[in-house]
């Protein structure tokens, strides 16, 4: 199994070079093993300054260490987000999301909220499916980088990803990831942990605890 883990997360890495400036993310737990890649990037305008329109990329994949051939199949996600970004907004903006998950496509609109200031980011957004019975979603990303010497800065980040059903009877679905670490040059590493809770009348709690390597390929 840990043969095949392996196999899966270099594959997935050498796909993912040809891109520029993109943070990937190893993150190894005591229940799974976690690939993500997550970057905003402005698209260009005709004079090849940022425009108003912001993008947004989210791409993850969780293997469990129990997985079976029928049970604990890997999981995958891909989050695709455009959004609108007048400056006379205060960092509000329009937002049109499309994620793809094992169970299914779904397709999401919304306000959203970015903000990137020396050390700090902070980008939210509520949105809400665009089918019957939506889902509605409240997600927040939040990381500060400061300096601790020249060469050397803190890393902590933190992600809440809120998933509110409007039927009576739908599954409520919360999640936490924290990660606390140290950062050089383009490397970040250190400790974290991920929670989830789901469920309706009851529920189901699970957790993630394990460490973490992170780098922003140029």
Not at 116 to 143: M, Y
Not at 157 to 179: H, K
Not at 205 to 210: C, E, I, M, R, S
Request: net charge positive.
């Amino acid at each position: 199994m840990k043969h095949r883990i392996i196999c899966i997360l270099v594959s997935l890495l050498i796909g993912s070079e040809a891109f520029s400036q993109i943070p990937i993310e190893v993150f190894g737990g005591h229940e799974k093993t976690t690939l993500d890649i997550m970057f905003f990037k402005y698209f260009k305008n005709s004079q090849n300054e940022n425009s108003k329109f912001l993008f947004f990329n989210r791409n993850r994949a969780s293997i469990d260490y129990q997985q079976t051939s029928t049970s604990n199949l890997p999981s995958f996600g891909f989050t695709e987000a455009v959004s609108y970004n007048h400056p006379k907004l205060k960092g509000f903006a329009p937002v049109a999301v499309i994620q793809i998950f094992n169970s299914g496509v779904f397709p999401k609109a919304g306000v959203q909220y970015f903000h990137r200031k020396g050390d700090f980011t902070f980008f939210s957004w509520i949105v809400s499916e665009t089918t019957r019975g939506p889902n509605i979603d409240f997600f927040v990303l939040s990381r500060f980088e400061p300096k601790l010497s020249d060469k050397l800065n803190l890393f902590v980040q933190v992600e809440l990803v809120n998933a509110f059903p409007t039927e009576e009877a739908a599954t409520y679905n919360f999640i936490q990831r924290f990660r606390l670490g140290l950062k050089i040059k383009d490397w970040q590493f250190g400790v974290g942990t991920d929670l989830n809770e789901f469920g309706n009348s009851t529920f189901t709690k699970l957790n993630n605890v394990g460490i973490f390597l992170r780098h922003e390929f140029n």
